[in-house]
């Protein structure tokens, strides 16, 4: 299947600073790749669809401006979480979804990073 | 009422068992389901995807009854590495040209020696 990295895998940070993670689709372009976050046995949340030359979108209750996405290439998006606080630690999954068949038969797998653990001290 | 809602669980069932996991999902234009594994700490991972026919993997059968709107996953002769959380995981109508998909809360099975 398809290659989804993330990085860093893990990272502690201080509250007040930023957090920058990233996702690559190792092995494909993805023109739309999303973000979730993971709170500890809770289901995965969809935070934003991440767009290829275009504004990221937010759904309900996500900060667009705590949470700045940026999908500057096909095969890469960033999320920065700005002015972390200890409220933010969470696992922060981001995935591409393969482009596949279209129409009714389109697929709409998606191919998950290894998940970034993020801590907010 | 959730978009998605699986069985609570958890599920402890004795190595060889065979565990049933159900899912139902509110929206009825859903497009396409499916059935992730996510072990713990880790990313979820496709398990297998699920048709409206049932189809079967190996040890893992999964099956939709699209006007029931559920979902399910049958997994016979357990094996310890079946220890999982297995997530239930529908696409709903599109916004847009994005294809999102809506994850259940998780269904956690533990299999005993």
């Known amino acids: 299947g398809a290659v989804v990295s993330q990085h860093p895998s893990r990272v502690i940070c201080k509250s007040g600073t930023s957090v920058k993670i990233e996702c690559r689709s190792l092995?494909?372009?993805?023109?739309?790749m999303f973000w979730y976050r993971q709170f500890p046995k809770q289901s995965l949340m969809l935070m934003a669809t991440s767009n290829e030359g275009s504004k990221a979108t937010y759904e309900q209750g996500v900060e667009k401006d705590k949470f700045l996405i940026n999908h500057a290439s096909l095969t890469l998006s960033t999320l920065t979480v700005t002015s972390a606080h200890p409220e933010d630690s969470s696992f922060y999954i981001c995935?591409?979804?393969?482009?596949?068949?279209?129409?009714?038969?389109?697929?709409?797998?998606?191919?998950f990073g290894p998940g970034t653990r993020l801590t907010v001290t | 009422r959730k978009e998605v809602e699986q069985d609570p669980g958890p599920f402890n069932v004795p190595e060889g068992a065979t565990v049933a996991f159900n899912c139902t999902y509110s929206?009825?234009?859903?497009?396409?389901f499916f059935w992730y594994r996510q072990d713990c700490r880790k990313e979820p991972k496709l398990l297998m995807s699920v048709y409206s026919s049932g189809n079967e993997d190996g040890r893992f059968t999964a099956q939709l009854n699209r006007a029931s709107q559920y979902i399910s996953l049958l997994i016979r002769d357990s094996k310890l590495s079946d220890s999982a959380t297995y997530l239930c995981v529908v696409n709903p109508i599109s916004s847009g040209s994005a294809r999102q998909l809506t994850f259940g809360s998780g269904t956690q099975l533990t299999v005993l020696p």
């Open positions: 995935s591409a979804r393969q482009p596949g068949l279209a129409g009714y038969n389109a697929t709409y797998e998606q191919y």
């Open positions: 092995d494909f372009q993805a023109t739309t």
């Open positions: 929206n009825s234009a859903s497009q396409s």
